[in-house]
Nanobody, 121 residues
Framework: QVQLVESGGGSVQSGGSLRLSCAASGDTINMMGWFRQAPGNEREGVAALDRFGTWTVAESVKGRFTISQDSAKNTLYLQMNSLKPEDTGMYYC?????????????????WGQGTQVTVSS
């Protein structure tokens, strides 16, 4: 069993920054990632890393978002810079105990409740 709790969402103007956090507890995790979903849109993979340090980010956020982990605190972070209105959505932290395919959402078997990010123009 894995429990995930996200925090750090909020409202910001275009060009601003936010840092999302995800506190994890429970069983050994193979990979963790961030996904987002805007109303009417499909869920989109944003960034992810595995327990060996391999990471990836979506093309839409490359150069602006950075994923990292504090192993001592079992916490995953998503640093979001140069935010755009199209980044608006509900952001979910997810964890997988069964896969290393970083941005395949169907392979994540644990999900947090989400934190809202709103970017205004």
């Amino acid at each position: 069993q894995v429990q995930l709790v996200e925090s750090g969402g909020g409202s910001v103007q275009s060009g601003g920054s936010l840092r999302l956090s995800c506190a994890a507890s429970g069983d050994t995790i193979n990979m963790m990632g961030w996904f987002r979903q805007a109303p009417g849109n499909e869920r989109e993979g944003v960034a992810a890393l595995d327990r060996f340090g391999t990471w990836t980010v979506a093309e839409s956020v490359k150069g602006r978002f950075t994923i990292s982990q504090d192993s001592a605190k079992n916490t995953l972070y998503l640093q979001m810079n140069s935010l755009k209105p199209e980044d608006t959505g509900m952001y979910y932290c997810a964890a997988s105990t069964v896969s290393f395919r970083l941005l395949v959402s169907s392979l994540y078997n644990y999900w947090g409740q989400g934190t809202q990010v709103t970017v205004s123009s």
